[in-house]
């Protein structure tokens, strides 16, 4: 009995829903929304800035995150990168602290790339690898890979999502003719 009641205890904080608001370090406006199901290893981001908004998925259990950027009508996609993304207890960890303490922070930036005309719709095989919350994300959306990139000289052409003051993801796209 006294292991159940162990196993409840440090269990517990990794298997509940945690919800937060994410606040424009600015303004203090809310941006957005950030869940994490612990007990599935998911975190859900919604993020409201008109035509910038974004909807994330990182879901640790298939190691996969996905963006959808309403501004493109597409799903981007992209592997679960440990040395770029922090880990689901470290993620839930600073998004509690961003809530308490509401300082202004710099996130810690991902820079990412796409190739435009490369996208194709999922199809079973990738609803299988990426999981049932990337599936529900991306369903009929045009499907982009990701690649690592370092930030452009130009980075205004880029659009910004991940997690407000968090984590920010910034999806490029490479305007080079290699592989054509």
Known sequence: AAAVVLLGVLWA???????????????????GTMTIDGGNRVVDVHVRSGVFSSDTIFDYSTGY???RLFSRNACFIMKLD????????????????????RTVYSPD?????????RSRLGDVEDW???????????????????????PPTNASACASAGIPSILGINI???LTAEGY
């Open 13 to 31: 904080p990794i298997s509940a829903l945690e919800g937060f608001s994410l606040l424009d370090p600015l303004n203090g406006y809310v941006t």
């Open 109 to 117: 930036n991902v820079w990412v790339e796409f190739q435009s005309g």
């Open 172 to 174: 490029c796209e490479n």
């Open 82 to 101: 440990k040395d770029r993304i922090p880990g689901l207890e470290r993620l839930s960890r600073v998004a509690f602290e961003r809530q308490t303490m």
């Open 128 to 150: 299988l690898r990426y999981g049932k919350p990337i599936e529900r994300l991306c369903a009929g959306l045009p499907l982009y890979q990701l690649s690592n990139t370092q």
């Open 65 to 67: 995150v996905a963006t």
